[in-house]
């Protein structure tokens, strides 16, 4: 069974405007969250994290939203710029106590194109 | 560059060879993981290490085994290869277990 999932394997949006990427969860331990952003041929590249206490963190152009009751996160990217063109990956842990804790439970990742 | 390297970028192997996939940081980060990343599948977990000379399987950890004899290196081992391990497997660091991974850029590993 799927504990992260991202239903939208891809995403097309127009340089400039909003990109929406989501992620829904199905295990309630989780309350860590980050989102990973990866480019052909290269290893996926930490992005932006949130943890359980928050429902918002924000970095410069990016922004997670977190809403625990709907087990859903989402990454925000405003504006949208070509070099965004990559595959996102959404990733959650547990950060309860004991061996293996903290391992990470990753999307199957969704495909962004920014269109010039 | 401080990073995490990983060696070879790609191999294609034989079934039944056995396969050594290195994987150095020099971050001095504690935490270590393979994933291997098939497609559709996203990153899975094979194997973690918290720190130097402890080791734990993760979600699909048969057929591979991993050491951890000091903090810069962990090198994850196929012992005798099968064609279903045909993947990308990425080496990921960290400070600590609750810190983002920060990872390599993977091996390509054809089994044949």
């Known amino acids: 069974d799927q504990q992260v999932k991202q239903n939208s394997p891809s995403l097309s949006v127009q340089e400039g405007r909003i990109s929406i990427l989501n992620c829904d969860y199905t295990?309630?331990?989780?309350?860590?969250f980050l989102w990973y952003k990866k480019y052909p041929a290269e290893g996926p590249t930490f992005l932006i994290s949130?943890?359980?206490?928050?429902d918002k963190n924000e970095d410069g152009r990016f922004t997670v939203f977190l809403n625990k009751s709907a087990k859903h996160l989402s990454l925000h990217i405003v504006p949208s710029q070509p070099g965004d063109s990559a595959v996102y990956f959404c990733?959650?842990?547990?950060?309860?106590?004991?061996?293996?804790?903290?391992?990470?439970?990753f999307g199957k990742g969704t495909k962004l194109s920014v269109i010039p | 560059i401080a990073g995490i390297t990983q060696a070879p970028t790609s191999q294609i192997l034989a079934a039944g060879r056995r396969m050594t996939l290195r994987c150095t940081q020099d971050?001095?980060?504690?935490?270590m993981y393979w994933y291997r990343q098939d497609l559709g599948l996203g990153l899975r977990l094979i194997h973690y290490?918290?720190?130097?000379?402890?080791?734990g399987k993760g979600e699909v950890p048969d057929g591979y085994s991993v050491s951890r004899a000091n903090t810069d290196d962990f090198p994850l081992t196929l012992a005798s290869a099968v064609p279903s391990q045909t993947s990308v497997y990425f080496c990921?660091?960290?400070?600590?277990?609750?810190?983002?991974?920060?990872f390599g850029d993977g091996t390509r590993l054809s089994i044949l």
């Open positions: 990921a660091s960290s400070t600590s277990e609750d810190q983002p991974q920060h």
């Open positions: 295990n309630s331990m989780f309350d860590y």
């Open positions: 949130i943890s359980s206490i928050k």
């Open positions: 990733a959650a842990s547990a950060s309860y106590s004991g061996a293996g804790s903290y391992q990470l439970t």
């Open positions: 971050m001095r980060h504690n935490a």
């Open positions: 290490s918290n720190t130097a000379g402890t080791t």
